[in-house]
């Protein structure tokens, strides 16, 4: 069983930047790909930025590159991601997602692909 447990969101102003973490834990620990996604009330979970494990290899949204960057803490099996400029349409719950089996592709952008979430932090970013 893999437990996964974000941190840092918060409500912020347009502009301001915010940091949040995902860190994992568990028996047998092993994963190919850590993400982030977030879901805003009333859309569907949308795919944000991941990392692969194995190569460090990091893939953004369009709409959040630039501004995001996701990194990770091999020592703590954290994934760290870091949102700056933020804007108010950025505003939803951030969910940190682990995929315990290599995925590639189109897939990784993809909520299905993975096998474990955490619960869920909000960020809220104002006018």
């Known amino acids: 069983q893999v437990q996964l447990v974000e941190s840092g969101g918060g409500l912020v102003q347009a502009g301001d930047s915010l940091r949040l973490s995902c860190a994992a834990s568990g028996r047998a620990l092993s994963w190919s790909v850590m993400a982030w996604f977030r879901q805003a009330p009333g859309k569907a979970r949308e795919f944000v930025a991941a990392h692969y494990w194995s190569n460090g290899a990091t893939t953004y949204a369009d709409v959040v590159k630039a501004r995001f960057i996701i990194s990770r803490d091999i020592a703590k099996n954290t994934v760290i991601l870091q949102m700056n400029r933020l804007k108010p349409e950025d505003t939803a719950v951030y969910y940190c997602?682990?995929?315990?089996?290599?995925?590639?592709?189109?897939?990784?952008?993809?909520?299905?692909?993975?096998?474990?979430w955490g619960q869920g932090t909000q960020v809220t970013v104002s006018s």
């Open positions: 997602a682990l995929a315990p089996r290599v995925i590639g592709g189109t897939d990784i952008y993809t909520a299905g692909a993975y096998g474990y």
